[in-house]
């Protein structure tokens, strides 16, 4: 079974901290993902990445940084952390396109509150 | 550009079918995904289907794909309360690297 598992389920941060959210997968994946989920916005890409030290801007990358060193690890930065940064975020996984499938793999959400 | 809309929520009886709609505007997808997410939890694989096909049933699950008018559909015959969740619609898109492209989720009511 694939896992992706993020570091915090919750999190609480005050406004200007720097924040590191971290995701690990053990399935060998290429491709990251992190999305911000927010109510009536579904799903939306900050930013991706194919391969180790590999990096693409989604939707949404303004204000936050990403970090993939290694394979399995793929982190989130905050460089300095809004209310308007509050949110629901989901890291995610996949295999390449070339094996045959977009499925992503979700991690469990880490509930990030700025104050 | 490519965008997936669905309607926000939907309140069923248990026992009842439930009918999720979805539209999204790139006919070149190759696949078209039901993602489900329980509350607190991450989305998991609900199913999917090729381009290729109409419609494909899995148990109390049937996906109808429209692609004359871009629409996809998901019907959960007998619903149970142990449906209710978050129902997202994704596409491939064009991209040839692995992104998916969310609709904002449909909320499933079951109600007892």
């Known amino acids: 079974d694939v896992k992706v598992t993020q570091s915090s389920r919750y999190l609480v941060k005050r406004t200007g901290e720097k924040v590191f959210l971290e995701c690990v997968q053990d399935?060998?994946?290429?491709?990251m993902f992190w999305y911000r989920q927010d109510p009536g916005l579904g799903l939306r890409l900050i930013y991706f990445?194919?391969?180790?030290?590999?990096?693409e801007k989604g939707d949404i990358p303004e204000g936050y940084s990403v970090s993939r060193e290694k394979k399995e690890r793929f982190s989130l930065i905050l460089e300095s952390a809004s209310t308007n940064q509050t949110s629901m975020y989901l890291c995610?996984?996949?295999?390449?396109?070339?094996?045959?499938?977009?499925?992503?793999?979700f991690g469990p959400g880490t509930r990030l509150t700025v104050t | 550009g490519e965008d997936v809309e669905q309607s926000l929520f939907l309140s069923v009886r248990e026992g009842d079918s439930s009918v999720i709609n979805c539209t999204y505007t790139?006919?070149?997808?190759?696949?078209l995904y039901w993602y489900k997410q329980e509350p607190g939890a991450g989305l998991q694989l609900l199913t999917y289907?090729?381009?290729?096909?109409d419609m494909k049933q899995d148990q109390r699950l049937t996906v109808l794909l429209n692609k004359k008018d871009k629409h996809l559909s998901l019907r959960i015959a007998d619903t149970q309360t142990g449906d209710s969740a978050i129902y997202f619609c994704?596409?491939?898109?064009?991209?040839?690297?692995?992104?998916?492209?969310f609709g904002q989720g449909t909320t499933l009511q079951v109600k007892p």
């Open positions: 995610a996984s996949s295999p390449p396109v070339i094996a045959g499938s977009y499925e992503q793999y």
């Open positions: 990445s194919y391969d180790v030290k590999m990096k």
């Open positions: 790139d006919s070149s997808s190759t696949y």
């Open positions: 399935m060998d994946h290429e491709n």
């Open positions: 994704a596409e491939s898109g064009t991209s040839n690297t692995g992104k998916l492209i």
């Open positions: 289907i090729f381009s290729n096909m």
